[in-house]
C-alpha cells in the first residue's frame, strides 16, 4: 500500500501503491503512518519525499469506504504529524492530487508538480467537504477569495495554474519524483517553520462578510438545495476567523453534517453510476471489456439542422474528418456558415485553432461512399429515414457503420431496410448536441457487439458519457419523459399552474421544470408525434369520449397550445412568452391562464389547490415507475445507467441521484404506497399502477440499487 526505500542514502522515499489512483484506503494511511515514523526516527534520513505508483501521486479518499464504518488511522493526526515533523517533506505531484491527495500535498513542507498534473479540492461534488485540514490549509495558503472558489467549485487546476497561486514550488517536465528527491536533498538545511502550513495566518480580504455573503448567494443560485457548497463557505469562514485548532474542529463538525448526509450519498452514488454505465454488457456476453471498436477516421452527418450541426462539431473538435450532407443549397449554406461560427467560438473558448479543414459539406450521399461511419439526422420521420438508410446501403462501402439519431423510433426497422443491419445502431443524441454530455447508444437485436463497441468508444471520444440501451419507442429517456409529461399535464387540468409544477420541480433541483423544457425542445415534436400515433388530429375517431384516447386518460391541452401555433422558445410563445422568437427569457402568460380556465369549466372541472408535494411525488414516482418497466423489459441493463441517463440528458439534479436513486432513498414501500393512492384516484391513467418489480423488489425488503440486478428475471433482454 506504500513502498518505503532509501535514495540518494539519505532521502525517504514513500510511494503510495493503490491502483488506479492511490486513493487513501485504510491501509494506504496505516502504510504512510508507519513508514513516516521510520523515516522521522531513522537518523540516516534527512528528508522524505511522498509519490504515487503509476505517475498517480493520489486520488484522495477512498470514495468507496465512505459507505461502511470508518476504519484504519483516521486522516488528520496523521496529517498534522508530517507537517509538524522536523525533516522536510517534498510532495512530488504527478497525474493528480485531489481531495485528501491533495491534502496530503498541503502539509509536505514544497510541493513539486509534474506539468501535467491536476490538483483540486473536488469533495464539494461528492456532497461533503475537504475535512483533512483543506478547508484551513489552502485559504492560508493562497488567501479566502481563491481557495472559496476552488473548494465550492471543486475545479481541477493545472500544474500552471497551482504554480500562479502558490500552491506548488515548482513545476517540472522531467520525472517528477526525481526532482522532488534533489530538492528535498537541498532543503535539508533550510528551516520549516514558514512551511508549516496550518502556522500561517490566513491573508483576510477587509470585507470579509461581503465576499463570502456574495459566494453564498452565488452557490445557492447555481445549486440550489444543496448543502455541501454552503458547508465549505462556513469552513473557510473559520479559516479567516479562527485558529488553526479551533478551525479544523469546526471544519470536522461541518464534515460530520454531510458525511452522513442523503445528498452526499446520492452525489457519491453518481460518481460510481457514472463509471458503471460505460461498462456495458449483452446477454451474449459480449461486452466493454472484450468487444473491440474500430477506428473511426472519418464520418458523415445527413442533416444539418440543431442535432446535426451539434454533431458535426462535437466529431470534428476531437480529430475526425466529417462531410456534412443537406437536401438543399440553401440549407446547406445556413448549416455551414453556423457550424463554421460554432467551431471557431468553441475553438476560442478553448485556445486551439478551429479544425475547419476537416469538414467537407455536400449537397451529394455519393461522396460518402468512403466513410467509415455515417450518422443521420434527417427530420424525425420514419419514411424519410427508411429512404435515407435505403440510400446509404448503396451508397456506403459494406464496412460503413449506420447509425440513426433518432430520439425514438425503431432502430431496427432502418437496420431492416439496409444491407447491413448488424452494423446498424442508434446513437441517440440530446441537443444542443455539441454541449450535453448525454449519449443514448441503441442497440437494435441484429447490431453486432463491434458496432455496439464502436458507436460507445466514439461516444467516450467525444467527451460523452455512452449509455447503451436497448431499442423501444422512446428508448430510455424519452420512454420515461412521457409518464412525467403526462402527469404535468393532468396537473394542469386539475387546478396547478405551469409556472407552480415548474418552481416545485426547480426547488426539488431540476435544471428546468417540465414546461420550461418543453418549450425549449419545442412543443411541435411531441404534437407531431401524438398526430402519428393517432392522439390527436384529424385522424382521432370523434366518437372519442373527451380527454380519452386509447382507453386511457388523455390530456388535450398540449395540443391546444400547439394549434395556436406555440411552438416554445424558437416562436417566442409556448406554456410560457418570451421577449421575441428565440428568447430564453420565460414569463407567465396571461393567455395560457385563460385557455386553462376555459379548458376547465368547458369539461366541469372544480380546480383544486395542488400541493408542491403531490406535483413531485406524481411526477417523479411515474417517472421511476416507468423506470422499473424498463428494467423489467431489459431496455435498460442497470438503474444506474437509466439514473445516469437522467442526470446527464433531462437535468435531474445529482444531489438527488436519478430517479431510481432517488426512489430507493425515499423507500421503496413509500413510493409504491403512493403510487397505488395516486392509481385508485386515477384509475384511468396505467402509468401510476405500480410495476411488478417494484412490488418485488418491495416483497424482497427494498435492497439497495446495487443490489437490483439480482431481481430482474427479464424474459427476454432487448440489450
Ligand atoms: C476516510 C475518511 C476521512 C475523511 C477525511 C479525508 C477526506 C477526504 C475526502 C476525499 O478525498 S473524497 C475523494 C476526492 N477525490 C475525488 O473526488 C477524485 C475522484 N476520482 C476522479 O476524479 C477520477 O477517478 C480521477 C482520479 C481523475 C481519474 O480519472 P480517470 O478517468 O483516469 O479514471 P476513472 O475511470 O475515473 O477511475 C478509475 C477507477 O478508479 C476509481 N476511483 C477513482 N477515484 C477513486 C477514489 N477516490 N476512491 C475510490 N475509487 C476511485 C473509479 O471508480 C474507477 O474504478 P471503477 O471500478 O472503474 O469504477
Request: positive net charge; proline residues 6%.
Amino acid at each position: 500500500m506504500a513502498r518505503y526505500e532509501l535514495v540518494k542514502r539519505s532521502v525517504a522515499l514513500i510511494t503510495l501503491t493503490n491502483p488506479p489512483v492511490n486513493a487513501l484506503s485504510s491501509a494506504v494511511r496505516h502504510a504512510i503512518a508507519k513508514s513516516m515514523e521510520h523515516a522521522l526516527n531513522d537518523p540516516k534520513v534527512s528528508a522524505v519525499v511522498i509519490c504515487g505508483e503509476n505517475g498517480r501521486f493520489c486520488g484522495g479518499a477512498d470514495i468507496r469506504e465512505f459507505a461502511g464504518p470508518l476504519r484504519g488511522p483516521p486522516l488528520v493526526p496523521l496529517l498534522d504529524a508530517i507537517e509538524a515533523g522536523e525533516k522536510p517533506v517534498v510532495a512530488a505531484i504527478e497525474g493528480v492530487a485531489l481531495g485528501g491527495g491533495f491534502e496530503l500535498a498541503l502539509v509536505c513542507h514544497y510541493r513539486i508538480a509534474h506539468f501535467k498534473a491536476r490538483l483540486g479540492l473536488p469533495e464539494v461534488t461528492l456532497g461533503i467537504l475537504p475535512a483533512a485540514g483543506g478547508t484551513q490549509r489552502l485559504p492560508r495558503l493562497i488567501g479566502i477569495p481563491a481557495a472559496l472558489e476552488l473548494i465550492t467549485t471543486g475545479r481541477h487546476i493545472s500544474a500552471q495554474e497551482a504554480l500562479k497561486l502558490g500552491i506548488v514550488d515548482q513545476v517540472t517536465e522531467q520525472n517528477a519524483c526525481e526532482v522532488a528527491v534533489e530538492f528535498a536533498l537541498r532543503a535539508v538545511a533550510k528551516p520549516l517553520s514558514s512551511r508549516r502550513v496550518s502556522m500561517l495566518t490566513t491573508p483576510c480580504p477587509p470585507d470579509l462578510d461581503a465576499l463570502l455573503e456574495a459566494v453564498t448567494m452565488q452557490v445557492k443560485k447555481k445549486a440550489r438545495g444543496v448543502m455541501a457548497p454552503l458547508a465549505c463557505i462556513q469552513a473557510v469562514r473559520a479559516a479567516a476567523t479562527m485558529p488553526y485548532s479551533k478551525g479544523i474542529k469546526r471544519e470536522s463538525e461541518l464534515m460530520a453534517t454531510l458525511f452522513n448526509s442523503g445528498q452526499a450519498r446520492a452525489l457519491q452514488y453518481c460518481f460510481f453510476a457514472q463509471r458503471t454505465a460505460g461498462k456495458w454488457t449483452l446477454p451474449s456476453g459480449a461486452q466493454w471489456n472484450n468487444s473491440k471498436p474500430r477506428e473511426i477516421r472519418s464520418a458523415a452527418i445527413i442533416g444539418l439542422g440543431t442535432m446535426g450541426r451539434g454533431i458535426v462539431v462535437s466529431l470534428a473538435r476531437v480529430g475526425i474528418s466529417v462531410i456534412a450532407v443537406e437536401s438543399e443549397k440553401k440549407l446547406l449554406e445556413t448549416g455551414k456558415q453556423m457550424v463554421i461560427g460554432m467551431l471557431e467560438r468553441d475553438a476560442k473558448r478553448r485556445g486551439v485553432s478551429a479544425s475547419l479543414n476537416l469538414l467537407k459539406f455536400t449537397l451529394s450521399l455519393q461522396d460518402l461512399k468512403d466513410v467509415d461511419l455515417v450518422i443521420e439526422a434527417v427530420f424525425e420521420d420514419m419514411a424519410l429515414k427508411k429512404r435515407v438508410f435505403q440510400e446509404l446501403s448503396k451508397v456506403c462501402r459494406p464496412a460503413t457503420l449506420l447509425c440513426t439519431n433518432t430520439s425514438g423510433l425503431d432502430v431496427d426497422a432502418l437496420a431492416g431496410v439496409t444491407d447491413r443491419p448488424h452494423l446498424v445502431v442508434g446513437m441517440h443524441f440530446f441537443s444542443p448536441a455539441h454541449v450535453m454530455k448525454l449519449l443514448e447508444v441503441v442497440c437494435g437485436p441484429r447490431s453486432s457487439s463491434e458496432t455496439i463497441a464502436t458507436a460507445m468508444s466514439l461516444g467516450k471520444r467525444m467527451g460523452k458519457v455512452s449509455v447503451a440501451v436497448g431499442n423501444c419507442p422512446g428508448f430510455v429517456g424519452n420512454r420515461m419523459l412521457k409518464p412525467y409529461l403526462d402527469q404535468a399535464t393532468f396537473l394542469l387540468e386539475e387546478g396547478a399552474t405551469p409556472e407552480q409544477i415548474d418552481k416545485a420541480l426547480e426547488d426539488f433541483g431540476f435544471a428546468m421544470g417540465v414546461f420550461r423544457m418543453s418549450d425549449l425542445a419545442g412543443l411541435d415534436v411531441g404534437w407531431r408525434v401524438r398526430k402519428e400515433s393517432g392522439l390527436t388530429g384529424p385522424d382521432v375517431d370523434p366518437k372519442n369520449p373527451p380527454r380519452r384516447r386509447q382507453g386511457r386518460r388523455y390530456c388535450p391541452i398540449p395540443d391546444m397550445v400547439c394549434e395556436q401555433g406555440r411552438f416554445g422558445q424558437k416562436t417566442g410563445r409556448g406554456w410560457y412568452m418570451y421577449d421575441k422568437p428565440g428568447g430564453t427569457n420565460a414569463k407567465p402568460d396571461p393567455l395560457i391562464q385563460n385557455l386553462l380556465e376555459m379548458y376547465r369549466s368547458r369539461y366541469g372541472i372544480q380546480p383544486r389547490n395542488i400541493s408542491d408535494q403531490e406535483i413531485i411525488e406524481r411526477c417523479l414516482f411515474a417517472l421511476a415507475n416507468e423506470g422499473f418497466r424498463i428494467l423489467e423489459d431489459g431496455i435498460a441493463a442497470r438503474p444506474e445507467d437509466i439514473d445516469v441517463i437522467y442526470l446527464f440528458g433531462y437535468g435531474f439534479p445529482r444531489h438527488g441521484g436519478g430517479p431510481m436513486f432517488y426512489s430507493s432513498m425515499v423507500g421503496l414501500e413509500r413510493v409504491l404506497e403512493r403510487l397505488e393512492h395516486y392509481h385508485q384516484a386515477h384509475p384511468d391513467v396505467p402509468h401510476l399502477e405500480p410495476s411488478p418489480l417494484l412490488k418485488k423488489l418491495v416483497a424482497c425488503g427494498s435492497p439497495p440499487v446495487q443490489k437490483w440486478r439480482e431481481h430482474i428475471k427479464t424474459m427476454h433482454s432487448h440489450l
